[in-house]
């Protein structure tokens, strides 16, 4: 995997994150909040408690010592109006009242922490002072036997200082009462105040909770949603879909894993394709190529071929001739009428025919290029060339030519080699075809057809209803000719009628070597008396050809009938052959017409004579003497 050396923002960082890790930390962040909101809600509850109880202390303590200090007053004036009254007495329970008293005041002094509360303190202690003074002045009128004057202070001035401080502490108690009723309000109050502040934190450590969680979801589903999404078009057959992850997770190494196997599905695909469209050039091709019965058909099916898989080039098929030495152009495709004009003479002059497959040359004008591409008078190109072979052998070389350094893809190599391959075999095969159905139908010495072709058109000539004369001819004493001259001589001799048999036929006339030195002819539209004018005509230009040749002279008989009047080919072919052993009786170079209407014969003038069937002399005729290459007559 690559990796990026450009700083990761925070939020790429996040990411990133394997899912395991989101949702530890996830978790562990939740429980975090969780517990930091928990802790603070107990800290400010216990803090707001600890504060209101000392509120709620302070203010009871006052309330208490203001009690006390209002107590401690009565006590005082009790024990003074009890030591005047029970006169005369000690002033110890006085002193002990007093000490009380201050003893309170000095408690609510410390206390005091607003300015009302100090005021009101010093007032008391003033009017105390007040106190204390006018109760010296009754303690020395009791002294000095004033009992009256001291019972007067009492009930006068003292009355009125005791008041006005007894009123005061009854005020303070008041306030410090009323103080205490606040500060349990206040407690209260902010009791309700934190138990509201701890709903509140509860919500906001839920809301925390829930968004924290809604964004770890969120993190982990959406690239699995989008993993999902293309998963299904690529199910549906879109494989270009593909995950738009960029996180470095688990789910970012799967949608990366999923995207590369598209990706190599989508490879697999074209070449599947690919090779499917191959395979259906190949098989048309191959059908084409099967539904051409000769060679011109084969090669205007290469062209169209070459074409398709070759656009925008200039192509051309070369093929060997029949020496198989000189190469000719068979086939052009393209925008240039006159193809790529590769000027190879011979199939092993190609490059491609020597190395047996195909090569490519980028440019006409590069060091390593084919010979044949230079000095053609065109503009620098490039070349493919393919050979054309047939059973190992090579027949011929595909040729096409582009712009320079564009040379053909590979699958337009694989297609033109795929073309080559498939039309050397049906080229080659239609090629054997014709050699073997020549070599079955003709003779290899003469280049006549044989008995069996000659039958097979003579009887399409009969289904036809077409008129024609069958002659039957033989060399004379051709066995003489063999064992005085030799196979040799006796093979010219052969030759030689042959040649000058085949110059006086029609076009639409048949000549065969029917066996040894044994011929048929069959004459179309001629009765037999004109077939007899071509034989006397056969037979003086024989004459003269051996007249001015080194070969021993020789002649020839010929048995003649008209094969249409005939029943059969068979019956027609037995009376050329009767009429052949005639003509042998009657002395050779001769030719004798069979009649099969009549049954007298009548003698014809000069070399020609007209007979009738009849049986034979001797046992064996014609056809049975060629296992003896002996005439029928000669013993």
């Known amino acids: 995997m690559a990796t990026s050396t450009e700083p990761r923002t925070f939020r790429q960082r996040i990411i990133d994150l394997p899912v395991g890790r989101k949702l530890f930390n996830g978790f562990a962040a939740l429980t975090c909040v969780l517990v930091l909101v928990i802790g603070c809600l107990f800290l400010t509850v216990a803090r707001l408690g600890a504060a209101n109880d000392q509120i709620v202390r302070v203010a009871a303590a006052r309330s208490e010592a203001a009690d006390h200090l209002r107590f401690a007053a009565s006590e005082l004036r009790a024990a003074q109006q009890a030591y005047v009254l029970a006169w005369p007495s000690t002033h110890q329970s006085f002193d002990e009242a007093a000490g009380q008293f201050e003893s309170s005041l000095q408690t609510l002094r410390q206390g005091a922490r607003n300015a009302v509360s100090q005021a009101l303190i010093q007032k008391i202690a003033t009017g105390y002072q007040t106190f204390l003074q006018t109760d010296q002045l009754i303690w020395e009128a009791l002294q000095a036997g004033k009992p009256v004057l001291a019972r007067n202070l009492t009930l006068g001035a003292e009355s009125l200082a005791f008041g006005f401080m007894a009123d005061d502490a009854a005020h303070f108690a008041a306030i410090a009462e009323s103080n205490r009723a606040s500060a349990v309000t206040v407690f209260h109050d902010t009791s309700d105040e934190a138990r509201i502040l701890g709903v509140v934190l509860g919500l906001v450590a839920l809301i925390v909770m829930v968004m924290s969680s809604w964004i770890i979801t969120k993190l982990i589903r959406d690239p699995l949603h989008r993993v999902q999404q293309a998963a299904e078009r690529a199910a549906d057959g879109d494989l270009e879909a593909e995950a738009d992850v960029d996180g470095d ?34 098989s048309k091709v191959q059908r084409a190529l099967e539904m051409a019965d000769d060679e011109p058909t084969a090669l205007e099916v290469v062209g169209l071929t070459l074409a398709d898989v070759l656009p925008g080039r200039s192509s051309e098929l070369l093929l060997a001739d029949n020496s198989k030495s000189n190469l000719e152009q068979a086939v052009v495709a393209g925008d240039n009428p006159d193809g790529p004009g590769c000027p190879v003479a011979s199939p092993f002059s190609c490059v491609a025919v020597r190395s047996g497959s195909a090569v490519t040359f980028a440019s006409s004008t590069a060091l390593d290029a084919c010979p044949h591409l230079r000095n053609r008078g065109v503009a620098p190109c490039s070349a493919v060339c393919v050979p054309v072979t047939f059973m190992g052998r090579a027949m011929g070389v595909i040729h096409a030519v582009g712009t320079e350094h564009q040379t053909p893809t590979p699958a337009e190599i694989e297609a033109v080699s795929m073309l080559s391959t498939q039309a050397g075999a049906r080229i080659g095969m239609l090629r054997t075809m014709i050699r073997t159905s020549e070599q079955a139908s003709t003779d290899s010495l003469t280049g006549l057809i044989n008995r069996r072709t000659f039958q097979t058109r003579i009887r399409s000539m009969r289904r036809s209803n077409t008129p024609f004369a069958l002659v039957m001819a033989d060399i004379d004493h051709f066995k003489r000719v063999n064992d005085t001259y030799g196979h040799e001589t006796g093979d010219r001799a052969i030759k030689t009628f042959c040649e000058i048999a085949k110059s006086t036929l029609r076009q639409n006339d048949l000549m065969a070597r029917w066996g040894g030195e044994e011929f048929a002819f069959a004459f179309s539209g001629l009765d037999p008396t004109d077939t007899n004018a071509v034989i006397d005509r056969m037979r003086l230009e024989l004459a003269a050809r051996l007249s001015t040749s080194d070969l021993p002279g020789f002649t020839a008989s010929y048995g003649v009938v008209a094969a249409d009047q005939c029943a059969s080919l068979e019956d027609a072919i037995r009376l050329a052959d009767d009429a052949l052993y005639a003509a ?12 099969s209407e009549t049954s007298t014969g009548t003698l014809m003038p000069t070399s020609t004579v007209r007979v009738t069937e009849k049986p034979r002399e001797h046992s064996v005729g014609v056809l049975a003497s060629l296992a003896r290459d002996d005439d029928p007559v000669d013993r």
């Open 584 to 595: 042998k009786a009657q002395g050779r170079n001769c030719s004798v017409i069979a009649d």
């Open 249 to 282: 997770d688990e789910t970012g190494r799967l949608a990366r894993a999923f995207n590369s196997m598209l990706s190599k599905l989508r490879l697999r695909e074209q070449a599947l394709v690919a090779e499917h469209r191959r395979q259906e050039t190949s």
